[in-house]
């Protein structure tokens, strides 16, 4: 059976949410701070291997016009680490608004912005992962 892991890659934080059994949705899992490009690289890895994860869904961050960005170039080089660590297939899910709303989300749920960093990014994790099994689900 297969199971998905989705992360969204950030500069200080990595949201990861995981799917549903039956893969037809995402649940926001946890937040994961950074510490080193190795020590994150293995950490993730880990973290895909802990939750029985088949695929990983990583979110690549591009132009509002769907062209490449400074902090594209910076998840891929991430992405292909994690490619190189880990024997589980690695796929990448358009990220654009996944983040904005996700804070939409906890603003109109009524959390303070003190508390939203840490859990915005697992919501966007879980934005990403929601976009790829309604892709895969609708054979797209």
Excluded: W
Excluded at 49 to 72: E, S, W
Excluded at 109 to 137: H, P, S
Aim: glycine share 6%; with cysteine; proline share 3%.
């Amino acid at each position: 059976m297969e199971r998905y892991v989705a992360f969204d890659i950030g500069d200080k934080r990595i949201g990861v949410a995981i799917s549903d059994p039956f893969n037809t949705y995402a649940l926001p899992s946890e937040t994961y701070f950074r510490k080193s490009f190795k020590e994150d690289v293995s950490a993730l890895a880990k973290i895909a291997k802990d939750k029985g994860a088949t695929v990983i869904v990583c979110g690549l961050p591009v132009n509002f016009d769907g062209t490449a960005a400074l902090q594209t170039e910076k998840t891929q080089r991430f992405i292909d680490a994690l490619k190189a660590e880990t024997a589980i297939p690695v796929v990448c899910e358009d990220e654009r608004f996944t983040t904005k709303m996700a804070h939409e989300t906890l603003i109109s749920e009524g959390m303070r912005r003190e508390k939203r960093k840490n859990y915005v990014d697992a919501l966007a994790a879980a934005n990403i992962l929601d976009g790829y099994l309604r892709r895969i689900n609708k054979g797209v």
